[in-house]
């Protein structure tokens, strides 16, 4: 018990320790899988991020994008799409001097993946004991840096090209725990106590565990038993997590339970750092079905300093259960000296227009350490037009930057569907659902008196809006929204602008038969459901209008359905378009010019095989 204890004075000294020994690349590499450092509070550690927006293009001349005083160290930084070179001056002397394209490509060592991601990321902490000025050169775009200041009177290592033994060494320790992720001697502790729970839930059943005393959950997993994968699509996102703390009556934890482990929606297999849903875990749990094919995962530690309450609640609505296996690793220790508790809650808005949407509002000292994001919009630029500002340490708001949201995720211009360590897309579409996911260690947001987090959106309409936010928090943390609820596990179905429901225009029978949205498996249709026509003789649709005008013709088919060909036919039988199979990630194709009359239009629909059709889009033509 007592190196237990030894350990943790240990690191809580780190903070303290600071101003006294200077801190070098070695410890800024380590602090970037150094989970323990986040569940106490920053102890003089501030962080900003700082936007800069590069016009255009100007030959030879260097322009600044960030200039910024010591001692700190860039922890993050991100650009639209590299171009032209980049130059770093720290305390006075360049120290490096470089192509854009290749730092971001990782051929500059020690910038390499995985500490360079995504072909716009860094990651790799740069250290200055005074001064930084980051300068670009023929790049026109967006940048942001992300930065922690340390204590004045902190000693700060300045970056250099050539590392040494320990930078090294803590570099090579890095890189392989980015890429394979934690070995379980970096998050298990040897007074471990293993505690799992079992059990089928119908609607309305909560599964329950709890434990009494002092420790750290250092693992949280949870499996799905069901043997044949029955479950309909959304039911883990309709399935509520809770984790309550120290006897506190509000859950520190509360979110649906497969948007926790950063897979939004529903459930997508993905490895990431902190959290992930394909963990292939072997568990010693006598008495209990240990043979399953995948585990979702946590690896962000929650301390407790006289005990939890775990609850899953099923609030799906079906006939069929949900088998689930939660499973966790339980450090024990005699007490916990961390005034820090673990947070985690989902704030979610439908219907949003775009005003600014508070996710998180807090007080006190903690850290930011994660966020996953969901959106659910009607429209394709809706990422280009979204923003996020976090607000720490009572600054004024309009003082605060508006970081593009796609930007301050990790994911650059645009989404695109990829994870690795810290970043991920685990959904992204042209239309309708997107989920991405981004956690905060090296670049966690410290805050010593108040945090708030806020969303915007320069033009969206409709969309909805899920943001679950992860920090570290005194107990009470102030919530921003009420308990979670049934209602707000309501998800919207696919909308497309200038959608018309296939099944509303049809006209006679013997042409197929209906397919609904539980039939068509994770593939999402825009409305009620689609048709599968079986026939290859001309189908015919009436399209109502209330004016006459001219639209270009599209039609939404089955992603994950092939066919031949599809033909549209005015009634006089003049061809509007012909479609052939191509496989098209959101199932839209273009078809047309047609001319609608005022009323009632009719044409007709041929298709060679069968194919399943969702819906028209009647976009208005230029």
Known sequence: ????????????????????????????????????????????????????????????????????????????????????????????????????????????????????????????????AQSCRVESRAFAGACEVD???FPPDAGVQRFSLQLDDDARVALAEVRRTLIHGFAEDQWLRRRNLPIAVQQELITGDVLRESFEGAGVIRALHVAVTD??????????????????????????????????????????????????????LQLPLPDRRASLRRFMYCRYPMPFASGFRLEIENLHESRKSIGLLVHMAVELRDAIETPLRFHAQYRRVAGWTGDPVRVLETAGPGRIVGCTLNLDGPCQELWSTLHVRAVTDAARASEAPWSSCATWMGAGPAPRGFTDAFYGATRVTGFGKSSLFRWRLGDCISFERSATVEFQCDATRDTYLGALLYWYGLPDAARVNDRLAASDLALPGLRIPHAVEIEDLLVGAGWGNWLDQKQAGNVE????????????????????SSSARTVTLMVRVHPGRTFESIAFHSESGELIGEVPYQRRRDGIHHVGRLKLAEGTTTITVTCKRAAVLDCLILEPAD
């Open 147 to 149: 930065l922690v200041e």
């Open 227 to 280: 043997k044949i994968d029955p479950r309909d699509l959304y039911a883990l996102h309709n399935c509520i997590l809770r984790v309550f703390f120290d006897g506190q009556p509000q859950p520190a934890v509360e979110a649906p339970l497969v948007d926790f482990f950063g897979s939004g929606f529903d459930l997508t297999p993905y490895d990431s750092l902190m959290m992930g849903t394909d963990l292939r």
């Open 1 to 128: 018990m007592q190196r237990v204890a030894a350990v943790v004075l240990l690191v809580v000294g780190t903070a303290v320790t600071l101003a006294q020994d200077k801190i070098t690349q070695a410890d800024l590499l380590r602090r970037m899988i150094d989970v323990d450092r986040l569940m106490h509070p920053p102890a003089g550690e501030r962080t900003q991020t700082i936007v800069a927006s590069v016009p255009e293009e100007r030959g030879n001349e260097w322009r600044l994008l960030a200039e910024l005083k010591g001692p700190a160290a860039l922890t993050r930084i991100c650009v639209s799409e590299p171009a032209g070179e980049i130059r770093f001056v720290l305390d006075g002397a360049e120290v490096l001097s470089t192509a854009m394209p290749a730092l971001f490509a990782g051929e500059v060592a020690p910038f390499m993946p995985p500490l360079i991601s995504g072909g716009c990321t860094s990651y790799l902490p740069i250290g200055f």
């Open 525 to 544: 249709l825009s409305g009620r459901m689609a048709v599968v026509i079986t026939t290859e003789q001309p189908v015919e649709l009436r399209i109502p």
